[in-house]
């Protein structure tokens, strides 16, 4: 497909387990966003990459946050001792240059 | 005051209605501004992308940017069912894609 994909769609994870998300931006998108989505709320930046670097993680929320894309396409963000305050969707954003296309989220529920 | 200010509604019109959705904003640097709708349970999908003030249409959607007063709006012309969905606006300082701040989302329920 030409779009952004991302999995799982859903996750449900016990508080306390680390869970990893995937994202697969779309071919030759050289920029990478990450977003959490609280219900009835806009997407809220966590992180960028351009390539594989890290340019921006102001938005990560705390240290259990940890994103990366070691080869400059796929990217995982993990989240490592969840809690419920976690429980949200977390969009990927694939940009070439200009504006960002969307994948269609994960949505993660911590009990 | 949050950055990017949107009703989150819900706004209910009948099928055939003009529907107008705004965002206000407080930082004077935003010069590109972005539409995007978003399905139940799917992510994101850019509508609009306009550059500073001024009218950008595309079908039935007419994206309208007031910097001077610092509201946008996004209208929707002989509307459909099918546009049922949130509205979420979004802007940023520059135009390579990054650092965008989005509004909370308006959601819009259109009847048949």
């Known amino acids: 497909g030409a779009g952004v994909s991302q999995s799982p769609r859903y996750k449900v994870a016990k508080r306390g387990q680390d869970v990893a998300l995937r994202c697969d931006p779309i071919?030759?998108?050289?920029?990478l966003f990450w977003y959490q989505q609280a219900l009835g709320q806009g997407p809220e930046f966590l992180t960028y990459?351009?390539?594989?670097?890290?340019?921006?993680k102001s938005g990560l929320p705390s240290d259990r946050f940890f994103a990366e894309r070691p080869e400059g396409s796929v990217s995982t963000l993990k989240i490592q001792r969840t809690q419920q305050e976690d429980s949200a969707v977390y969009l990927c954003?694939?940009?070439?240059?200009?504006?960002?296309?969307f994948g269609p989220g994960t949505r993660l529920t911590v009990l | 005051q949050k950055e990017v200010e949107q009703d989150p509604g819900p706004l209910s019109v009948p099928e055939g209605a003009i529907v107008s959705l705004n965002c206000t904003y407080s930082?004077?640097?935003?010069?590109?501004f972005m539409w995007y709708r978003q399905y139940s349970r799917k992510g994101p999908e850019l509508l609009m992308y306009?550059?500073?003030?001024g009218n950008k249409e595309d079908g039935r959607f007419t994206a309208q940017v007031d910097k001077s007063s610092k509201y946008i709006s996004l209208f929707i012309r002989d509307s459909q069912p099918s546009d049922s969905a949130t509205y979420l606006c979004?802007?940023?300082?520059?135009?390579?894609?990054?650092?965008?701040?989005f509004g909370p989302g308006t959601r819009l329920s259109v009847l048949p």
């Open positions: 954003a694939s940009s070439p240059g200009d504006t960002q296309y």
């Open positions: 071919s030759g998108h050289v920029s």
């Open positions: 990459f351009q390539n594989e670097a890290q340019l921006d």
């Open positions: 930082n004077s640097a935003f010069q590109y």
């Open positions: 306009t550059y500073s003030s």
């Open positions: 979004a802007m940023s300082t520059n135009n390579y894609g990054q650092n965008f701040v």
